[in-house]
């Protein structure tokens, strides 16, 4: 890409021969263990080379399990050092298959999923208020919100007042408060609207309520250590910041419209979005739908998990009943009031469609969460499939979502839909 158009469009420098910026973990990949035609894994890995191509990630991850081996395992590009603004004296760090990425809003998934742990285990039903264990959530008419709608954008709080210092995000008590101050903009649960920060600071003082025990302890203790995770903690420890892949605002600055839509779901434009994603306050705090840390992999291991009815490696995680509570459709195809665009959500979970949905062509049964657009971390029960592309670009609207798209179109191509009968956790 010529020096000025990448300046226009906020891009990375891109090698002709992209073989000296990829990683494979050789040892990681077995496509001949479910009898997958080689052509399978590398028409995919095409289409995550053409996506970086576009320039406007530093760095992505692509983790993709297939019948519950994982058949890609591999990474492109740089982990820091190689951003629009990075100067050129600046070291490249390259991006490998273990490096930690934020998953930003992919770790609402995760966080819904030890809330239906929870209630497996009897200590919360989804469908009590809130108010039920934190009575002070009651305020200003919010006495009637459920746990449920949370879960399902229907809570009615999707965002944080607008003047709220940026710094509040990482203050425990001082969110809870502002939150328990806030009114709601409706309260039956009626409408759809997303709640990209506000809805894993009330899942996470319920939890903490009901358990005597901190969120990152309760995930340590049911999913990240059952599963052998090196990394899914929510923030990432100071010794282990360098390790971090950064974040960079790529790709056209948004305009009105679409810069209006970004600051109602972010409440920032992108730019400010990569200062404050890059801040250690922000990488070492707890924000449980916003800042889960790992890798591909793991984030990939997570839903094969899902997929296997809450058994990883013949231990149970949780009972097959909860996953499927987890992903089961809550109201229909409806337009969502944040993002402004038709979705389909469970109490948790970003939920495909046919003739196409989210998740590609005929995905009515596909379950996963976005991560600031650009991250995509899903489960295809009628394909068996779990995919995990990571990306450290925050482009909004580009020339890049023909190559996203692809992407997505590619694996529902290469991986099609099984015979019924050989389908799990779909019905019959």
Request: aromatic share 8%; glycine share 8%.
């Amino acid at each position: 890409m010529h020096r000025f158009a990448r300046r226009a469009l906020h891009t990375c420098e891109v090698p002709r021969d992209l073989s000296s910026v990829t990683f494979r973990d050789a040892d990681g990949e077995h496509p001949d263990r479910v009898n997958l035609d080689a052509e399978v894994p590398d028409t995919v890995w095409r289409s995550v080379e053409s996506l970086y191509r576009t320039g406007v990630h530093p760095g992505i991850q692509l983790s993709l399990r297939y019948r519950g081996e994982q058949v890609l395992h591999r990474a492109l590009g740089h982990a820091r050092g190689n951003g629009p603004e990075d100067p050129p004296s600046l070291s490249k760090i390259p991006m490998t298959t273990d490096t930690p990425v934020c998953f930003f809003s992919a770790s609402k998934a995760v966080t819904a999923l030890l809330m239906h742990m929870l209630s497996e285990q009897g200590l919360v039903n989804l469908m009590d208020p809130v108010s039920y264990y934190c009575p002070e959530f009651a305020r200003h008419g919010k006495r009637t919100i459920t746990v449920h709608q949370i879960l399902s954008h229907r809570g009615g709080i999707p965002a944080i007042p607008r003047e709220t210092p940026i710094e509040v995000l990482w203050n425990r008590d001082e969110i809870w408060r502002l939150l328990c101050e806030a009114r709601p903009v409706e309260v039956d649960g009626a409408k759809l609207a997303y709640h990209a920060i506000t809805g894993g600071y009330v899942l996470q003082r319920v939890l903490e309520k009901v358990t005597g025990d901190s969120i990152e302890n309760y995930l340590d203790r049911y999913l990240r250590r059952p599963m052998g995770m090196k990394w899914f903690t929510y923030g990432i420890t100071p010794e282990h910041l360098h390790e971090l892949a950064g974040n960079y605002a790529t790709g056209p600055r948004p305009k009105f419209p679409v810069s209006w839509v970004v600051n109602r779901a972010l409440g920032g434009d992108i730019r400010t979005v990569e200062q404050v994603t890059n801040d250690p306050r922000f990488q070492e705090a707890v924000i449980p739908a916003g800042n889960l840390c790992g890798t591909a992999e793991e984030m990939g291991r997570f839903f094969q998990m899902m997929l296997n009815g809450g058994i990883w490696n013949g231990k149970r995680i949780c009972s097959e009943l909860t996953i499927r509570r987890a992903i089961q459709q809550f109201g229909s195809l409806q337009l969502d009031r944040t993002m402004l665009v038709p979705m389909r959500f469970s109490a948790g979970m970003m939920l495909g469609g046919n003739p196409v949905g989210l998740w590609g062509p005929q995905s009515r049964y596909a379950f996963g969460h976005i991560g600031l657009i650009n991250k995509l971390c899903w489960a295809d029960p009628a394909r068996d499939i779990s995919v995990s592309l990571l990306t450290t670009g925050l482009p909004i609207i580009g020339h890049h979502l023909p190559a996203l798209g692809r992407f997505v179109y590619t694996v529902c191509k290469q991986f099609p839909l099984l015979p019924e009968n050989q389908r799990r956790l779909v019905p019959a």
